[in-house]
């Protein structure tokens, strides 16, 4: 298996693919077997497991604990 990702909670992260609404930053608003990230851009939150999490995600843009 890949390397694990190093995410946690309130983090903002950039997706491989931008939202449609042109946003590429996304919160991590919940974590667990599921993850839910709010867009920055229009406040729109998806849910998606966290192995598909893992695949789409690009890199950590802001930790949550600076």
């Known amino acids: 298996m890949n390397q694990a990702k190093e995410f946690d909670l309130h983090d903002i992260v950039q997706m491989k ?12 608003i919940r974590l667990g077997a599921d993850i839910r990230i709010k867009c920055l851009g229009c406040e729109h939150s998806v849910l998606l497991p966290r192995r598909e999490f893992t695949r789409k995600i690009k890199k950590v ?6």
């Not at 693919?17 to 991590?28: L, S, V």
């Not at 843009?61 to 600076?66: N, V, W, Y």
């Open 17 to 28: 693919k931008p939202h449609p609404c042109g946003e590429n930053r996304w919160k991590i």
């Open 61 to 66: 843009l802001e930790k949550a604990s600076e």
